[in-house]
């Protein structure tokens, strides 16, 4: 087994290990989307939002086009 594929596997496992408890505790602000949305400002304008939402755009297009060309972008 590859030493990229065996990370890769741990670190889905600890995304698990950390999302689960979190989705289950039904406490506010504590799943991988709740944080996400907070640090991102994409509820209310806290200072600097417009830059914060800016750099998450940035990264889903970039997200996107990496997975569509296959990885070249």
Do not use: C
């Amino acid at each position: 087994m590859s030493p990229y594929l065996a990370a890769w596997i741990f670190w889905v496992m600890m995304f698990f290990a950390i999302e689960l408890p979190a989705l289950f505790n039904r406490r506010q602000g504590d799943t991988l989307s709740e944080v996400i949305w907070n640090v991102f400002a994409v509820r209310g304008k806290p200072a600097g939002w417009q830059l914060r939402r800016l750099g998450l755009l940035v990264g889903l297009v970039w997200l996107v086009a990496h997975l569509v060309t296959g990885g070249w972008v």
